[in-house]
Structures are given as C-alpha cells and as structure tokens.
C-alpha cells in the first residue's frame, strides 16, 4: 500500500510541473499576442489619423460639413 502512495505522489508531482510549464508557456504565448495586437492597433490608428488630415482637407476643400468634427456628433476616434 505503502508503494503506491509513494507512485501516486510522484505521479501528482509531476503531473503538477507538467501543468506548471503548460501555464507558462501559455502566459507567454498571450504576452506575445497582446504585443503583436498592441502594435497592429498603433498602425491602425496611424493610418487612421493620416485619412482623417486628407477627409478633413477635402471636406474643407469642398465646403461641405465634416461629419468626423468635435461637437457635431460624429465620431472623432
């Protein structure tokens, strides 16, 4: 009896390092992405503000009302 307590404990001992490694590359794994995101959204938002200067040219241009203007309900993000 006493033989697989000693089994068992070494099973569960391992099983735990096992699970532990798993966790940490999988903590590692969603730190990458959360980068590779975080720098997607920053060109996103690049790319973004360069269409919004040549929206806001042509509107200006054009003398029709920018729908993307502070304080006329519409969207400024």
Same mark, same amino acid.
């Given at each position: 009896?006493?033989?697989?307590?000693?089994?068992? #404990?070494?099973? !569960?001992?391992?099983?735990?390092?096992?699970?532990? #490694?798993?966790?940490?590359?999988?903590?590692? #794994?969603?730190?990458?992405? /959360?980068?590779r995101v975080k720098d997607v959204i920053a060109q996103l938002q690049e790319q973004k503000k360069a269409t919004r200067?040549? !929206?806001?040219?042509?509107?200006?241009? /054009?003398?029709? #009302?920018?729908?993307?203007?502070?304080?006329?309900?519409?969207?400024?993000?």
């Amino acid at each position: 009896m006493e033989k697989l307590k000693i089994e068992a #404990k070494a099973f !569960y001992e391992s099983t735990l390092r096992e699970a532990k #490694k798993q966790i940490e590359i999988i903590d590692a #794994k969603i730190e990458e992405e /959360l980068a590779r995101v975080k720098d997607v959204i920053a060109q996103l938002q690049e790319q973004k503000k360069a269409t919004r200067l040549i !929206y806001d040219g042509a509107s200006n241009i /054009l003398g029709v #009302k920018n729908e993307f203007e502070e304080g006329e309900g519409g969207q400024d993000n």
